[in-house]
């Protein structure tokens, strides 16, 4: 009889437990922010509103800075409530800004799981570059990478990866985006492809595609739908010409060597207007010396490229070591020398945990 009730009592909190779980999902809204032309059309015929509701969602989401869905004055009272039901506008602030003395910011946004992302708006001159992040860490694991220590946490949507351009303080100025901070974009190409159609079509941001850097390990499969699916700069990360060293620095050139990352872009026809570049971090003593530089004529050869250095900033856990000043301005003049445009790109923000990682790391 004792056993009896305890079935009986375990059955009905098993059915509560469910019946909270199932109140839980109906309370979940997904975001309407993040979705393109093609998903709002969808989206509204579902609905059963017409077809022409897409463009007018699509003109309140990207060309009108609003907080709410009540916002949208041109839908009918029952669309906007037929989309209430379902649907939140999807849009999320940071939590913490930094600024440095540089006028670089870092911005601190949650993820629905709990953990941050990070992006950067960096200001020089006449241009605004924001830095998005793709994924929540990474599972690369690059020796000299701050993210890779994290481990993976997970994929950023296309609404999150926007969402870092939208919710930033200087929104209406930015020039200039970059996909280079955390994350690998081609470990997330779906959503990544997805946020750069939001920000270059007419019906979205209507950016200039020329003025949105992607930048990759170089996961060959993923680059070559890139290559063929956008018409936004790409830059690879290959920080050593010897491919062995490379192994040793990134894990990635096990499966998809340095080697047929170039070949795959060589293969392509770049028009004059899209840009490729290298990215190279110097470190002190392992990948400065002459014959690096020769290395680096050899395997770039016949492919127009810039080549930008960047200053290695010391990560807690890693044995790499930073190059010294006049060490590394002879770097560059030696790769110009030999006919590779090459500059140093400036270090921003060291103040406000300028590496990509630090200041997530920090807010977990």
Request: hydrophobic share 35%.
């Amino acid at each position: 009889m004792v056993e009896k009730e305890m079935n009986q009592e375990q059955e009905n909190k098993k059915s509560v437990d469910n019946e909270a779980q199932n109140q839980i999902k109906a309370e979940i809204k997904k975001p309407l922010f993040g979705s393109t032309l093609d998903e709002l059309t969808a989206l509204v015929l579902e609905l059963g509103l017409p077809k022409f509701t897409a463009k007018q969602l699509a003109d309140w989401l990207y060309k009108k800075e609003i907080s709410s869905i009540e916002e949208m004055s041109n839908l009918s009272k029952k669309a906007r409530e037929q989309l209430s039901e379902k649907y939140e506008l999807g849009l999320k602030p940071s939590v913490k800004v930094q600024e440095s003395k540089d006028g670089t910011k870092k911005y601190l946004f949650p993820t629905d799981s709990g953990k941050y992302i990070e992006t950067a708006m960096i200001p020089d001159k006449n241009r605004k570059t924001v830095c998005v992040s793709s994924q929540i860490g990474c599972k690369m694991g690059c020796l000299f990478c701050m993210t890779g220590k994290q481990g993976f946490n997970g994929q950023l949507t296309a609404g999150e990866i926007v969402n870092q351009v939208r919710m930033i303080d200087e929104f209406s100025s930015i020039t200039n985006i970059v996909y280079m901070g955390m994350g690998e974009p081609f470990d997330n190409l779906d959503e990544v492809l997805k946020s750069t159609e939001i920000l270059t079509a007419e019906w979205g941001y209507a950016m200039s595609p020329r003025r949105i850097t992607v930048s990759s390990i170089g996961i060959v499969p993923a680059l070559k739908r890139f290559l063929n699916e956008s018409n936004c700069n790409l830059a690879i990360s290959v920080h050593t010409p010897f491919e062995e060293q490379r192994q040793q620095l990134m894990p990635v050139q096990l499966a998809y060597p340095l080697h047929e990352v170039l070949d795959e872009i060589r293969s392509f026809d770049f028009d004059n207007q899209r840009k490729i570049s290298f990215e190279y971090i110097v470190f002190g003593g392992l990948n400065d010396s002459p014959e690096h530089v020769k290395e680096m004529a050899r395997i770039f050869n016949g492919i127009k490229c810039r080549v930008n250095l960047i200053r290695f900033h010391p990560i807690p856990g890693t044995p790499l070591q930073q190059t010294d000043e006049s060490r590394l301005q002879q770097f560059k003049d030696a790769l110009n020398s030999k006919g590779i445009l090459t500059i140093i790109r400036s270090s921003r923000g060291q103040d406000i945990f300028a590496a990509c990682g630090l200041l997530s790391t920090k807010g977990l």
